[in-house]
């Protein structure tokens, strides 16, 4: 009897020009995301707050409940967007030819009667450059 499962596999990439191009657009696309995000939520609560204040209802807790939603995503957003413009720098800085590590995706291995569990399941690594693999690391 044979069962498939699904384990981690480290997506590494060797460091060229082209890599390096991509990784900092992508990280810049994600504050541009990330501002049009929070523009759109602070347009949102600003709405709601105008609307609650037309209605005249006893809403001061409400109103007081959405400014400081508000304000602590705005703040969690600014650290955020400090991280990503963090990692542009060190994207910038990667040296060409390096291994970067760029995160995992899931796979499945089949495992059967006799077989290592700890050597199916751990530590696979593909090694990519410029998108081709180049080297699958760890396979059992």
């Known amino acids: 009897m044979e069962l498939s499962l699904q384990r981690n596999v480290t997506i590494k990439v060797i460091v060229t020009e082209e890599f390096k191009k991509y990784l900092v657009a992508e990280l810049e696309r994600a ?39 508000i304000n602590l995503d705005k703040q969690q957003a600014t650290l955020a967007k400090t991280d990503l413009d963090k990692k542009i720098e060190e994207a910038k800085n990667l040296k060409i030819g390096a291994e970067f590590l760029q995160g995992t995706v899931q796979g499945t291995v089949t495992v059967k009667e006799g077989d290592n569990l700890y050597k199916k399941l751990g530590g696979v690594e593909v090694l990519l450059k410029d998108g081709i693999i180049q080297e699958i690391r760890g396979v059992n």
């Open 31 to 69: 504050i541009k995301n990330m501002d049009g995000q929070l523009g759109n939520m602070e347009t949102q609560g600003k709405r709601l707050v105008e609307n609650l204040k037309k209605q005249g209802e006893k809403t001061v807790k409400q109103i007081s409940a959405i400014v400081q939603q």
